[in-house]
């Protein structure tokens, strides 16, 4: 069956390193792909997008890279901080009859660890 | 302050007995969804509903009902809750074009016994 997933529950760096969370996807159709970040206790918050024509996208700190031949998707965020400790979660966006939003697949999320 | 207000945050009940869980948001989106989180298998999609009156099954609807009313509020009904239905229930609300960022509530756990 289709389905969104990541390849590592558990990810450990140091603060200041990149970080590169990565998630596979198995819909071609989607037409976007969101990266959300959910802290201990709170809902999940939106971090950043990319349209399923693009390859790469930039934000403040945080880059998402999209591999479509392989159905990969990957977040990557630089100087990785202790306040960047949460869980990441992939989600693509699979709009019924391309009426916009939105019908969220979310994968099962990745842990983030940073140590001082 | 914009915001997806869920309530009650926790809840214990017993098998059978009827129970909802409110949402409710103040930005004047379209969109909003239920989803109910579970370890190893992240947030599924319950129910979501594109405007007042529009509501529609995501992939795990059994045993859960919605209603859309008003545009602010998206009520989560258990007629019978069951043990399984024992987990974190998040509401999110968005824009119904041109933006796929979601606002999420913080959540209800909700355990039946």
């Known amino acids: 069956g289709e389905s969104v997933g990541l390849h590592l529950p558990t990810l450990s760096v140091q603060e200041g390193d990149n970080s590169i969370i990565n998630c596979a996807y198995s819909?071609?159709?989607?037409?976007?792909f969101i990266w959300y970040k959910q802290e201990s206790g709170k809902g999940p918050q939106f971090i950043i997008d990319?349209?399923?024509?693009?390859d790469k996208r930039q934000g403040q700190r945080v880059t998402v890279l999209l591999n479509k031949t392989v159905k990969h998707l990957s977040l990557q965020i630089a100087a990785t901080q202790p306040g960047d400790s949460a869980v990441y979660f992939c989600?693509?966006?699979?709009?019924?009859?391309?009426?916009?939003?939105?019908?969220?697949?979310f994968g099962t999320g990745t842990r983030l660890l940073v140590s001082p | 302050e914009a915001q997806v207000t869920q309530n009650p945050r926790y809840l214990i009940t017993v098998t059978g007995k009827k129970l909802t869980v409110t949402c409710s948001q103040n930005?004047?989106?379209?969109?909003m969804s239920w989803y109910r989180q579970d370890p190893g298998l992240g947030l599924r999609q319950i129910y979501y509903?594109?405007?007042?009156?529009?509501?529609d099954k995501g992939d795990v609807p059994e045993g859960y009902k919605v209603s859309r009313k008003e545009k602010r509020n998206f009520p989560l009904i258990l007629e019978s809750p069951s043990p399984n239905q024992t987990s974190l229930y998040f509401c999110?609300?968005?824009?119904?074009?041109?933006?796929?960022?979601?606002?999420f509530g913080q959540g209800t756990r909700l355990t039946v016994v």
């Open positions: 999110a609300s968005g824009l119904k074009t041109g933006s796929t960022e979601a606002f």
């Open positions: 990319i349209r399923s024509n693009m």
């Open positions: 989600a693509e966006n699979r709009s019924p009859e391309n009426t916009g939003f939105q019908k969220l697949v």
């Open positions: 509903s594109m405007n007042v009156e529009v509501t």
């Open positions: 819909n071609s159709a989607s037409d976007y």
């Open positions: 930005m004047n989106h379209e969109y």
